[in-house]
């Protein structure tokens, strides 16, 4: 083993040998957590705080479409805890793994997202279908695309969108770069965003996202849900637009 | 018309510094080591490499003027070029090959092909016509590669080491070739080899250069006889004599030389012999030479380390030996003097 | 024949035939587990259809304009002292391998509406790139026709060039030298620089998403279809994945002993 005495070589074997065994021989739990995208910025925050309450916990969290997760779900990853975007994709992991209820720890709604400005003075679902609107919408085999659809239906009205992204923040992105005049995507991806603005969308065509959570398994997942349903996670939920049940 | 070649260009070793003239039927052989920049004139003469600074014209078609400027492309010099190596195009059959020129100016396929035929049977290589280049022997390639140049009558023809990839035999039939087609073209042809044989048969005038000049240019006989440098002494100073060969028996006229151990078939055939292999005395010699000969003295050519002597009759025959053996014999211009050489010093070839 | 000793240690087969495994397993599982019962549905399925003729029109069309634009820029590296030759070769490299979704930004950031050339297309013209067809076109342009240059840039370089002074000596001019014997004489590397290109084009997903986006019909290719149809329906995009195995297979099979070396480098 003397080659492992010259430092160039040492360091990086160390170094590899530091990631490929975490916790061998520390305490570190790894708690692997799967929220849908729209969750991001939300799960970091509880990250933060779940590993400030529980130091030995490891918190890694795996961002995705919803229908992606659940999917590997059922395939076999190890997820500790699964936050879906909605029920349906939450419906294909119980019964895929054969599990109990979830909880609903959050809500979401649609907006309407154009650029800073509203420079094509785009009102309401109506102006989605003007011809000179070029319109970016979340692809309908994503959540998000699923509810989009939903609100146009229930406002009567038919958009030819140019764009089906595959996931919803990519909507957003679109109308940012400007490449999209407009969009539908949830009132928290734009929250904060200097570069998009919202227009509300009416109580009669909205549609309600529930955001459900379950703990795959209990022993590992369950506390870090319960935070997530406490006082603090629904601060840090309602600070970033989510609505709290 | 005649072929005005002036081209001085720098070729890293050493400097191209040319100035010739071919006439219209000429055939112009330019003979040096390797490395003299024989290749580099003639591609520069062909257009395919520069001239640095000079001129080539063909009659009053001015190919390229360093002065003026003017230059005009290979391809419209109408040339009949023989390349030193991979003549042929690999991708085409033969009669493609030979059609490929009159095709590029202009002619349709078929007619372009009707005359390649023509060509081909005027060669004697009709039967080759569908065959690839790359079954084609040495000799057969070469053969079509000289069909392929004369077709479509060039302005000028220039051969790029013509025989140095083919075997002896097919070395004779090539040179013999080259010859006729030549002669029945009537244009200029600059040929350049490090062949000697090849330039003492086919140069009307024979061009030395080494290391980048011109340092002899003349007949074979004037360069034989009085040779300049030692290359030229070295290559060209030997003597040539065509005859018919008959088992090891030359004949040309009433001359008969003994030849050396050959593989050559009865016919047509050239004898060559070292100027230092021949012997001259007094009188008729005793011993093993088998080649005795009366003959004339018809020049001497004294330089300080040696002397050539000219013989005439019956054969012209160049003698080379040092002066003080010339005079131990003490003979003179227009003394009868006997000659002789072993059989094992007459090389023969093919002719 | 002789047969030759086997010179490499054994212990060798054991590395190399874990990379066979890697190479051959995840084929062969997509083929079994593949539900053929339905390929006849599937196969006839709109969507499927729609996405299959997008991928091989948008291919075959970024093939040709590779073609057209690519044979002349390698045509210039090899022949002509470009100055910038190294540039543009490194260049060319560069946006081969380049992530695909790096590849989509970077398009948006010169073609995208508000993008310097995006911009100028959209005032003067009215006409904006992405989210159509000919982005699919552009982002498949932009990954693969490098495949073509550097094969051809590489093989033109390294060909002799004896016959083509043999064809212009013969009076031939640039054009029918071009034609008659210097492309011809590395059709090898053409065809196998096309074939490339076109599996590369028929292949590309990260940069076609981010730059022409996604939509049925439009630039909705087969890799986004197969992408999608996973979250949904595991069972369809298993089929439309093998349906792209196939095709690649195919074109591999049919070209066979005479160009493979030419792709592979080696021997037959």
Redesign the interface.
Known sequence: MRWIRQPVVGSIVITMLAFVTPGCGSDTQRLNVFAAASLGPVMADVEQEFEAANPEVDVVVNLAGSSTLAAQIVAGADAAVFASANVAQMDVVRDGLGLGAATVFATNALVIVVAPGNPLGIAGADDLARPDVVVALAAPEVPAGDYALQMLGRAGVEVAPSTLELDVRAVVTRVALGDADAGIAYLTDVVGRADVAAVPVPDDQQVLVEYPVLAIDPSTGGPFVEMLTSEIGRAILRGAGFGTP | MTLAISVRRDLGMHHLEVDLEVADGERLVVIGPNGAGKTSLLRGV?G?DPIGSGRVAFGDEVWDDTTTGAHR???????G?V?Q???L???LTVLDNVA??PR??GLSRHAARRLAHDELERFGIAHLAAARPRSLSGGEAQRVAIA?ALI?EPSVL?LDEPTSALDLSAKAGVRALLATATTALARPALIVTHDAVDALTLGDRIAVLEEGRITQIGSGRELAAAPRTAYVAELLGINLIRGSLRGSVLTSGIFELTVGAHEVPSGEAIATVRPRSISLHRSRPEGSPRNVWRSRINSIDRTADRVRVRLVDPVEIVVELTSAGLDAIGVGEGDEVWASVKASEVVVTGG | MSRRRNVLPRVLLVPAGIAVALFSLPIVALIARAPWAELGSILTTGDTRRAVGLSLITSLVTTGIALVLGVPLALMLARTRLPGRRVILAVCTLSMVLPPVVAGVALLSVLGRRAPIGRLLDDWFGVSIPFTGAAVVIAQLFVAMPFLVITLESALGAA?R??E?????????PW?VLA??TL??VRSALVAGTVLTWARAIGEFGATITFAGNLPGVTRTLPTETYLTLQNDPDRALMLAVIQVAVCLGVLVALRRRWTPAITGGRP
């Open positions: 062909a395919l492309p290979v391809e419209a010099r109408r040339l070029i390349p190596r991979d003549a195009l690999a991708h490929y020129g590029s100016r392929r479509g220039l | 002799d004896g016959p002074e043999t064809a212009r000596a013969l009076g031939a001019r029918r008659t014997v011809p004489s």
